[in-house]
């Protein structure tokens, strides 16, 4: 057998992939975890099969997991779009304020159309985010502010 007959074809590997979402919607995340991560294995030159691993893990409430796989895979592909515009979204999530540059960063590359609907999807709610930690600055400022008696300031 040939080395071009043991590839598998794209079409298998989507298969499998649908077969990790499957698994995931079937409260199988373990099971869906395995797929993509030997999917990850065999395509170690992109960077879905980990993105995939990054949505199951989000889908079960470990979006700290979906972070730290997102941000090994932009040390590995730093020019990925879909890379920054998952690890942007998922920063929203966490209402992290790095999600918005990264998000401006894929809307104005814009040669990733996967990427940019991704971005655009949660856009918005970054924005929103951004402005509200600039109107709304933490209790702990603002206590200690309250603990200065502005009549003793002249």
């Known amino acids: 057998m040939s080395h071009a007959e043991n590839e598998l074809l794209p079409a298998t590997l989507l298969q499998l992939a649908e077969v990790g979402f499957l698994a995931c919607d079937m409260g199988l995340p373990e099971q869906a975890l395995a797929i993509f991560s030997g999917l990850a294995l065999i395509q170690p030159a992109v960077p879905h099969p980990v993105i995939h691993q990054a949505i199951v893990h989000a889908r079960y409430a470990m979006v700290d997991q979906s972070v730290e796989l997102l941000l090994g895979l932009l040390e590995r592909f730093p020019d990925s779009q879909i890379v920054k515009a998952m690890l942007g979204m998922f920063f929203v999530h966490q209402e992290d304020p790095r999600a918005m540059a990264l998000l401006d960063e894929v809307l104005q590359n814009g040669s990733d159309t996967e990427a940019v ?38």
């Open 117 to 154: 609907a991704v971005a655009r999807s949660c856009y918005e709610l970054a924005r929103k985010q951004q402005a509200d930690s600039l109107f709304n600055p933490d209790i702990e400022t603002l206590q200690f502010f309250g603990a200065v008696d502005s009549r003793s300031i002249n």
